[in-house]
Each structure stands twice: as structure tokens, then as C-alpha cells.
């Protein structure tokens, strides 16, 4: 992962006091017109093919925004490294998430579904790049 993060203008996100500060980093870099991209996944167990949860403070920074007057869009997505796939889901206005959950918990549950479901789409696209060459 340190390939993926050369170059980039990275937040620091943390869990304690200083999480102010990463809310407040990533709103001026919005602000600037730039783009986030954020990593939310459970990792305590090592990454697993199949995520097994997000943390909260990525719909905790969407819900400031919301507070804020600006209703971010939001991309999930997933990346297969062992297959070298990357899928972009489609793109949703954080309202139209939030509308079908009860609390910030679910919206995490909710984008981490997604982003499972793109996992699995990869497993099929991986056979279709099999069976491509095979014709060949």
C-alpha cells in the first residue's frame, strides 16, 4: 500500500482528540475542490477479501458536511490486489444514503455491503478476462 499512497496528500486519521483535525483537513481539501478518498474498513484482523465492517468516522465527517450545507457525493469501491480489478460503484449524494438508515452505524453497514457486492462482481470478471484468452 505505501506504491498506492506516493505521491498523495494524505490526512491522518485518528481515533482520539485529534480527530477534529482530520474532519477539518479533509473539509478544506474539499473546500479546494480536491477529492477524498477514504479508506473506512475494519482492519483489526488483517485485510480479508470479504470486508467485515467500517468505522463510523467517515459518515461522522459526511453528517458535519450535511450540518454544514454541503451534501457530498459518495463512490464506493473496491479493490481486488491479488486480481489487480478495481471497481467503482455509482455515485450517490450522502442524503439519498443516509434517507434509508437509522444511524450512522448502518450508512457505515451499508457502504461496506456495497463495497462487498463490487468484490464479488470482481470473482465474475476474472473469468470472463479466463475465458477471453481461452477464445483467443
Known amino acids: 500500500t505505501n506504491m498506492f499512497y506516493k505521491g498523495l496528500d494524505?490526512?491522518?486519521t485518528y481515533e482520539d482528540a485529534r480527530l477534529k483535525k482530520t474532519m477539518r483537513?479533509?473539509?478544506e481539501r474539499l473546500n479546494e475542490g480536491r477529492n477524498l478518498?477514504?479508506?473506512p474498513e475494519k482492519s483489526d484482523e488483517g485485510y480479508q477479501e470479504t470486508l467485515q465492517g467500517f468505522h463510523g468516522g467517515a459518515v461522522l465527517f459526511l453528517e458535519?458536511?450535511?450540518k454544514r450545507g454541503i451534501d457530498n457525493t459518495v463512490y464506493t469501491a473496491y479493490y481486488n490486489k491479488e486480481k489487480n480489478?478495481?471497481?467503482v460503484g455509482e455515485a450517490k449524494k450522502f442524503s439519498e444514503i443516509a434517507a434509508t438508515?437509522?444511524?450512522r452505524q448502518?450508512?457505515?453497514q451499508k457502504l461496506c455491503d456495497e463495497c462487498n457486492a463490487l468484490g464479488k462482481r470482481t470473482a465474475k470478471m476474472d473469468s470472463?478476462?479466463?475465458n477471453k484468452k481461452k477464445i483467443k
Do not use: G, N, P, T
Open 10 to 12: 494524505v490526512v491522518s
Open 25 to 27: 483537513e479533509s473539509a
Open 37 to 39: 478518498i477514504i479508506f
Open 64 to 66: 458535519l458536511q450535511r
Open 128 to 130: 470472463y478476462r479466463k
Open 101 to 103: 438508515c437509522a444511524d
Open 106 to 108: 448502518e450508512v457505515a
Open 85 to 87: 480489478i478495481c471497481l
